[in-house]
């Protein structure tokens, strides 16, 4: 392994290398639950030697409500590994709704994070004319590059763009996308600069999703289908791939790895599609569907065909596996994807979702299960909800999961869920053939904390993890 000099790991073979993650952040979201409290920071024990494994160590709290912490990311990684005066010291935490972004110190004491700065709506509007941050990644300049889906002076509209912040003080910067490069959605991105590209997704109008899921949304407009390549040093859309419908809601997208692949895939979560993105011979990019989840046929629920809402994605850092959850549906799936343009499902798990038996949805055609899977319980506990964020250890032996979404999609979808909190499991992976198995030693249960039932959402080791880190060194001798 190589020690590097700055943040993270000079290669994604070096970090499959790295030590065993000890500690987890998840952020636990409050908003559109019956509990009046803020959001807050979650660190989670994860060492079997610990006297205190499994078990929530701090909470840290914000200082307002109603933000909808959601996804989070590094103010340093691998991308910039070989800059020594760099340090993965701070956590980054946009704020779904309320457009704050909090930035907080995991290094004085990883055990017990601080806050560090916050970034307040009216800079993050005002700067960057964006609103609804989303995706944070570090750059290897040591700037932090957020993905925003809505307009400062009017943040319920769609606009995708990107909101710099600087890395040493957290100022915002200003906007990253040339002026008229606007997509009208944004989501997610991954940039690849070998190959000078980056490429984003579309989640939808904020109009739209922050309220609930309604499929006349869809229908009307206001979800995308999209995904845009961006010329990395220009910050312009040079080309727009209109997916269709079998492109439907495109949410995570991932890169191979390996620093100069020319391909990657992103899930479609409404078709329930996954889709390989890849370069063609002229330059341009195209794309493929590679795995397509069947809809059930049901009855009792909000529509009479229920897709599987692939949410995310991501891939182990040898590119071999590829992992995502079907939320809805309830499982998590492992493809060997040696052969990008075939992948090979090799591991499959339910963990609940929406159609177990006994429940108020009943299927009345199902091309994958002859029938409705079991309801969950761990230990005794039934668990409401279906999987959803997944992260996966550096080796790639095990995959993190938690249950809850969005606080308003929980709501709409696993109601029992949002009033008896969320929970983190952990499944075992094989490495060797493929497969999945439920470790029964871990639950995080975090219906149980003591300011009551909390939704939990995305995961973070503080020393990177398969989804943050960004490899940049750019020739083949450096793999």
Request: charged share 20%; aromatic share 10%; hydrophobic share 35%.
């Amino acid at each position: 392994m190589s020690c590097c000099p700055g943040p993270g790991y000079r290669t994604p073979l070096d970090a499959m290398k790295g030590p065993r993650e000890e500690l987890l952040y998840i952020p636990c979201i409050y908003r559109n639950t019956e509990i009046g409290r803020p959001d807050y920071l979650a660190t989670v024990d994860i060492d079997p030697r610990s006297s205190t494994y499994c078990k929530v160590i701090s909470r840290l709290p914000m200082p307002y409500l109603n933000d909808e912490l959601h996804h989070t990311g590094w103010n340093a990684c691998s991308s910039c590994w070989n800059d020594a005066s760099k340090k993965r010291s701070k956590l980054i935490m946009p704020s779904l709704y309320s457009s704050r972004i909090y930035v907080i110190d995991v290094a004085t004491n990883p055990r017990r994070p601080i806050i560090h700065t916050i970034v307040e709506p009216e800079e993050v509007r005002t700067k960057s004319g964006l609103a609804i941050p989303h995706t944070s990644h570090c750059l290897a300049n040591g700037e932090v590059m957020i993905s925003a889906m809505g307009k400062g002076e009017d943040p319920m509209e769609g606009k995708g763009g990107f909101i710099i912040l600087d890395g040493e003080d957290f100022h915002v910067k200003g906007k990253w996308e040339a002026d008229g490069h606007n997509p009208p959605f944004g989501y997610d991105f991954w940039y690849q600069p070998f190959h000078n590209v980056m490429i984003s997704t579309e989640w939808g109008a904020p109009k739209a999703f922050l309220k609930g899921f309604n499929y006349d949304d869809y229908t009307n407009g206001l979800y995308g289908k999209s995904l845009h390549v961006w010329d990395w040093d220009k910050h312009t859309i040079q080309q727009t791939i209109n997916m269709g419908d079998e492109g439907a809601i495109p949410l995570e997208i991932r890169f191979l790895h390996n620093p100069i692949a020319k391909e990657g895939f992103v899930g479609c979560a409404l078709s329930s599609n996954v889709m390989r993105f890849y370069m063609k011979e002229n330059g341009t990019w195209a794309h493929e569907k590679v795995i397509d989840i069947a809809n059930k046929e049901v009855e009792g629920w909000a529509l009479p065909s229920m897709p599987g809402l692939i949410t995310d994605i991501l891939l182990s850092l040898d590119d071999r596996f590829l992992y995502f959850s079907n939320w809805l549906h309830g499982d998590i799936r492992q493809y060997d994807v040696t052969d990008t343009k075939n992948p090979k499902l090799v591991g499959q798990i339910f963990l609940g979702g929406s159609v177990c038996k006994n429940g108020p949805v009943k299927v009345i055609k199902d091309v994958e299960l002859d029938e409705q899977p079991e309801p969950f319980y761990f230990n005794g506990k039934r668990i409401h909800g279906g999987p959803q964020m997944i992260q996966l250890s550096l080796d790639g032996k095990r995959l993190f999961v938690t249950t809850s979404l969005y606080s308003q999609w929980d709501v709409q979808f696993y109601p029992d869920m949002v009033k008896e909190g969320s929970v983190m499991l952990q499944i075992d992976v094989d490495t060797e053939q493929g497969g999945l198995t439920l470790n029964k030693d871990v639950l995080i249960d975090f219906g149980n904390e003591p300011g009551g039932p909390v939704l939990a959402h995305e995961i973070r080791y503080p020393g990177g993890d398969c989804s943050s880190d960004i490899y940049v060194h750019n020739t083949p001798s450096n793999l």
